[in-house]
T-cell receptor, first 112, second 111 residues
Framework: DADVTQTPRNRITKTGKRIMLECSQTKGHDRMYWYRQDPGLGLQLIYYSFDVKDINKGEISDGYSVSRQAQAKFSLSLESAIPNQTALYFC???????????FGQGTRLTVV | GQQVMQIPQYQHVQEGEDFTTYCNSSTTLSNIQWYKQRPGGHPVFLIQLVKSGEVKKQKRLTFQFGEAKKNSSLHITATQTTDVGTYFCAGRRDSSYKLIFGSGTRLLVRP
């Protein structure tokens, strides 16, 4: 089983709909992240959380919100999806600030 | 803000040829990490460099961190088809929580 699990793996949604992407981890890490990947643009940080009570905006947080329901769970919401939010979304965890990041399998989101 | 540029964006080599990707930061980094993403997969950590001028090797892969801690490179000797994928560098400033990723270099290897 994967240490970092994302659901769903693929999703097609309509413009204006609310959608939630979920991430759970079994690594016991406090730090969790949401990244967005677009072709040619690498990975851009959307939000990150260092513990259940700590949520921070990343580089591209507009149009997104997050919830850290527990140490193991970190969900990303698009309140009103728009086509330019079509992308591959990755959740990641890390043990500390200067340690490696472990990525989930990704969620491919298409907004039509 | 902090930017991490990576070149080339894309490289297609014959199996057995060498490959290098370069990463440059607009600011001094406390450390740099390298990740590999196979086609259809997720980024997987390869290595972290911390010291100025540091060089690390993993079999055919050689990683370098510049003296000024603003640039880094990944060199693959004698590429194999299993090296196919996108290679990302990711840097972090001393005082920063954020791991900033480069745009990646996509490597294709002709058998």
């Amino acid at each position: 089983d994967a240490d970092v699990t994302q659901t769903p793996r693929n999703r097609i949604t309509k413009t204006g709909k609310r959608i939630m992407l979920e991430c759970s981890q079994t690594k016991g890490h406090d730090r969790m992240y949401w990244y967005r990947q677009d072709p040619g643009l690498g990975l851009q940080l959307i939000y990150y959380s260092f513990d259940v009570k700590d949520i921070n905006k990343g580089e591209i947080s507009d149009g997104y919100s997050v919830s850290r329901q527990a140490q193991a769970k970190f969900s990303l919401s698009l309140e009103s999806a728009i086509p330019n939010q079509t992308a591959l979304y990755f959740c990641a965890t890390s043990e500390g600030r200067n340690t490696e990041a472990f990525f989930g399998q990704g969620t491919r989101l298409t907004v039509v | 803000g902090q930017q991490v540029m990576q070149i080339p964006q894309y490289q297609h080599v014959q199996e057995g040829e060498d490959f290098t990707t370069y990463c440059n930061s607009s600011t001094t980094l406390s450390n740099i990490q390298w990740y590999k993403q196979r086609p259809g997969g997720h980024p997987v950590f390869l290595i972290q460099l911390v010291k100025s001028g540091e060089v690390k090797k993993q079999k055919r892969l050689t990683f370098q961190f510049g003296e000024a801690k603003k640039n880094s490179s990944l060199h693959i000797t004698a590429t194999q088809t299993t090296d196919v994928g996108t290679y990302f560098c990711a840097g972090r400033r001393d005082s920063s929580y954020k791991l900033i990723f480069g745009s990646g270099t996509r490597l294709l290897v002709r058998p």
